[in-house]
Structure formats: C-alpha cells, structure tokens
C-alpha cells in the first residue's frame, strides 16, 4: 500500500487560487489513474480529477476549465491546480487511486476554505 500525504490547502478569497501537491511514499507510476477528491462538511467524498499515467485528465463538471490535475511519476507526486475558487470549493482534499475497488489508506487531507 500507499502512504499519501495532502498538502497547500489554506484560506482563499473568491476568485483566487491554490495548488495542492500529494506527495507518495512510493512509485505511483502504476496507479493509473491517481484521483484528486474532496469531502465538504455533511456531504460524502466526491472524484474531483483523475489523471492516467500517460497524462489523460478527466474532471468533474464543476470545476473542469478551472482545476487542472498533473503528476510527477519521477517525484511520486500528484497536483492540483485550483484557480477561479468559489465558496463551494470549500473542502477536505484528498488523493488516491482513482478506483474506488483500489484505495490505499487515506491520507489527513488538506482543508481548503474559501471565503472573503
């Protein structure tokens, strides 16, 4: 397994924007996809980004044009490029796998907050 660990999150103004970075304990080369998700207060984990190793993205209709997911398979590590961040950008933000059936352990997160 996986150890992942989530970081860059903070507080943001409407408008602005962030860039998260998951860092593995090892080659996540095979992990195809890795998956940006996010978890709001009262509301279930959702896929926000998937990218296969060749580099092929996919995005959740609310923030695909304003989120770009990449990955450095040399650095094990994955980012998430947030940009135009609205209030309901507000979350925990995880990654994994981007198959629920293949999940390492859950990483700590990191709390993004959006608000003036």
């Known amino acids: 397994q996986v150890q992942l660990v989530e970081s860059g999150g903070g507080l943001v103004q409407p408008g602005g924007s962030l860039r998260l970075s998951c860092a593995a304990s090892r080659s996540i080369f095979r992990i195809n996809p890795m998956g940006w998700y996010r978890q709001a207060p009262g509301k279930q984990r959702e896929l926000v980004a998937t990218?296969?190793?060749?580099?092929?993205?996919n995005y959740a209709a609310s923030v695909k044009g304003r989120f770009t997911i990449s990955r450095d398979n040399a650095k094990n590590t994955v980012y998430l490029q947030m940009s135009s961040l609205k209030p309901e950008d507000t979350a925990v933000y995880y990654c994994?796998?981007?198959?629920?059936?293949?999940?390492?352990?859950w990483g700590q997160g990191t709390q993004v907050t959006v608000s003036s």
């Open positions: 990218i296969t190793s060749g580099g092929s993205t």
């Open positions: 994994n796998n981007g198959v629920e059936t293949m999940w390492n352990p």
